[in-house]
């Protein structure tokens, strides 16, 4: 049987706020320079991923070592 | 596409260079579609097309402002795109005949086509780079706007994307790449077998058990499906048994297959 409406939309603003108070903590960790209290648990298999403190240069070479995982799309060259 | 009642001169693609140079030097994104387009495919294919102008496939944003730096740079609006009418803008250069279109049947958006077009490079022109409209994009707009005239366009570029499909199972060694061509081809033309002749030539370069796999389903006859088993039959028992399996869920009627 479908859920009613009211318990959905009760079961959306519960939701919304975990999130929002999830992401406040992580946002104050972050200026207090703590580690997250609620990580992105994909961070963990993301090869690319960088510490907050990365300087620009470490960025780039990141950008440079994630287009070799994911290059940019070839079109298909002729010469006529 | 185009004014019929004003045919020109039959033009190559190389008469449009200096209007094509202009729209890559302003960084305008569009693709070639109609004969001009199957032209160029044509060349690679060792034949000639002509066609009296030539069509441009680009977005309403990018058309409007086409339309306003045209008249700045040498290039007569003749007509803008009317609301509840056909969505071309018909533009002049010199006496070349431009037709800008936002959309067409069987093609799909202007965003998708740009970025999926192939690049041309005309030797003659200074290397001039022109964008092409992908030529499985161009074969579903012709199938779709059915026109008697353009049978021949449709047989070029049926032509072209089947030598594609060929090329792809003797060049390609990734599984998805060899069968890439062939699967989009199957969805252009909106069938579940392949043509005959293609099939044949394509059982001919099968050399992986995605291949066999692939064609087992999608060979037109009996007598196809029969081959591909009497070629793996000695070298793969495996694959053999599983490929008997696949054949038993396929139906051929008359020697054809059903779906």
Known sequence: MARPWAEIDEDWKRKEERALAQRAANAAAAREGRPLPYPNPWDALDPTKLPRDATSETYRQSFREFRKLCPPFQPKRYTI | ?259
């Open chain 2, 1 to 259: 596409m185009g004014q019929d009642q004003d045919l020109g001169p039959p033009r190559e693609l190389g008469d449009f260079a200096g209007f094509l140079r202009q729209l890559e030097e302003h960084g305008f994104e569009f693709a070639v579609i109609g004969g001009q387009a199957v032209a160029a495919y044509a060349r690679l294919l060792g034949e000639k097309v002509l066609s009296v102008d030539l069509d441009i496939y680009l977005t309403q944003k990018t058309l409007a402002e086409l339309l306003r730096w045209a008249p700045r740079h040498g290039i007569r609006v003749v007509k803008r795109p009317q609301p509840r009418n056909i969505p071309v803008a018909f533009l002049e250069v010199e006496d070349l005949e431009i037709n800008a279109l936002t959309s067409s049947h069987g093609l799909r958006d202007p965003e998708t086509v740009t970025q999926t077009a192939r690049n041309f490079r005309l030797a003659d022109h200074g290397d001039l780079e022109v964008p092409i409209a992908d030529p499985f994009e161009l074969l579903a707009n012709k199938l779709a706007v059915q026109r008697e005239k353009d049978l021949p366009h449709i047989e070029i570029l049926h032509r072209f994307v089947e030598e594609e499909s060929v090329a792809a199972f003797q060049e390609e060694s990734r599984p998805r790449a060899r069968l890439a061509p062939a699967r989009r081809l199957l969805g252009t033309l909106s069938v579940n077998v392949l043509p005959p002749g293609l099939a044949d030539r394509l059982i001919e370069f099968a050399a992986t058990p995605v291949d066999y796999r692939f064609l087992i389903g999608r060979v037109p006859t009996r007598e196809q499906a029969v081959r591909i088993m009497a070629r793996i039959q000695e070298r793969d028992e495996e694959l053999a048994r599983e490929l008997a399996w696949i054949l038993e869920t396929r139906r051929f009627e008359g020697g054809e297959l059903l779906g």
